[in-house]
Each structure stands twice: as structure tokens, then as C-alpha cells.
């Protein structure tokens, strides 16, 4: 039986430390059915808001989620 977890993958170095967690956690060898979602600024540029309703409708479906980093709109003000 596969456990399903969303994994939210984040933006920056999100989609990285995302991929990473993924990794180790498939080397425990414990199986998992993997609801991959996008959320962040990226997103929000494209969809208008940083966490769309298909994140919120993965998790209420998986009950268990994991998140990458996410840059907020202040982050980001800071950056450029």
C-alpha cells in the first residue's frame, strides 16, 4: 500500500529541496503515491494567487503534505 502525500514543490529553490526531500524519503523505502503541486510567486503570477485551490484540493484529498520554500511578494521586493 502507497501512502499519498502532497508534495508541494514551491518556487526558487523549492522545486530542488523539494526533489531532494523526495529522494530520501523514496530511499527509506516506504512507498508513496507522490501528488506533486506547484504553489508560489511563480503561481501567483500565472494563476493570481500563490496557493491555488488545487494545492488546498491535493491535500484535503492526500491529508498529508510537504513544502518546498516559497518566496513571498516581501522576499521578493528585497531581491531585485
Same mark, same amino acid.
Request: glycine share 8%; charged share 20%.
Given at each position: 500500500?502507497?501512502?499519498?502525500?502532497?508534495?508541494?514543490?514551491? =518556487?526558487?529553490? *523549492?522545486?530542488?529541496?523539494? #526533489?531532494?526531500?523526495?529522494?530520501? %524519503?523514496?530511499? /527509506?523505502?516506504? +512507498? !508513496?503515491?507522490?501528488?506533486?503541486?506547484?504553489?508560489?510567486?511563480?503561481?501567483? =503570477?500565472?494563476? *493570481?494567487?500563490?496557493?491555488? #485551490?488545487?494545492?488546498?484540493?491535493? %491535500?484535503?484529498? /492526500?491529508?498529508? +503534505? !510537504?513544502?518546498?520554500?516559497?518566496?513571498?511578494?516581501?522576499?521578493?521586493?528585497?531581491?531585485?
Amino acid at each position: 500500500m502507497a501512502y499519498p502525500v502532497t508534495l508541494i514543490r514551491g =518556487d526558487g529553490i *523549492g522545486p530542488e529541496v523539494a #526533489a531532494a526531500t523526495q529522494i530520501a %524519503i523514496d530511499a /527509506t523505502g516506504v +512507498a !508513496i503515491d507522490w501528488h506533486v503541486v506547484d504553489a508560489g510567486i511563480d503561481v501567483m =503570477d500565472a494563476e *493570481g494567487t500563490p496557493l491555488p #485551490a488545487s494545492v488546498l484540493d491535493s %491535500i484535503r484529498q /492526500t491529508r498529508t +503534505a !510537504i513544502k518546498g520554500p516559497i518566496t513571498t511578494r516581501w522576499a521578493r521586493a528585497f531581491a531585485l
